[in-house]
């Protein structure tokens, strides 16, 4: 699911200029519904200035309104050719402070469901690192025992396009490139940096 630019600082203009209900607020945002209280009583996101969704292009006016008189109506995000320049941007994507804790379950998911994804692709879809990637995949990660498989769209950590775009660029090479290529020999001096000492 896309979420608005600066999820934190919309919510924030949310609570304060508008009747929806915290939970609204927090699935437009890609927040915890607490969260979102936490804001309007003040404790969360003291300092951040509101940003107004209406004046930026990602909400309209009527689609507040038609929230505010329908507690179950979910906000539509108004997708624009300025909002999916994120997502060309090149390096690793950002992921908001309020996601940062989902990753590890969508990294188990993705090695489970799509071994053939590369780090490098991995790293760019949900904005990880390689050491992180590796830690998950030998169950090595602090948090481990904790760690579910979740798919990373409904996380929100990166959208449905873009897992079937890397998905399909990591095809070609399953086909003669197995998941681990590398002769156990190579492999030990892959892992450990010197080669491996001869009996």
Not at 4 to 14: I, Q, R
Not at 17 to 36: K, P, Y
Not at 133 to 146: D, P
Request: with cysteine; net charge negative.
């Amino acid at each position: 699911m896309s979420l608005p630019l600066m999820p934190k600082a919309t919510a924030v203009w949310l609570v304060e200029n508008t009747a929806l209900s915290f939970e609204q607020i927090a699935d437009f945002c890609g927040l915890h519904s607490l969260e979102v209280q936490a804001i309007a009583d003040g404790e969360v996101a003291v300092g951040i200035t509101g940003l107004d969704p209406v004046a930026n292009g990602q909400l309209t006016a009527a689609e507040i309104k038609r929230c505010e008189a329908d507690s179950d109506a979910s906000l539509k995000l108004i997708e624009s050719d300025f909002l999916n320049t994120r997502d060309k941007q090149k390096g690793a994507r950002y992921t908001p402070v309020s996601k940062r804790q989902d990753r590890p379950d969508a990294l188990a998911w993705i090695l489970k469901h799509h071994p053939d994804l590369s780090d490098a692709q991995i790293c760019k879809l949900i904005g990880t690192t390689k050491p992180t990637i590796q830690a998950i995949r030998e169950k090595t990660h602090w948090n481990a025992t904790n760690i579910k498989p979740r798919n990373p769209v409904t996380l929100g950590l990166c959208s449905e396009a873009d897992l079937e775009k890397a998905v399909a660029l990591a095809k070609p090479r399953s086909g003669h490139v197995h998941h681990d290529p590398v002769p156990v020999e190579d492999a030990e001096i892959h892992d450990s940096g010197h080669e491996p000492e001869h009996e």
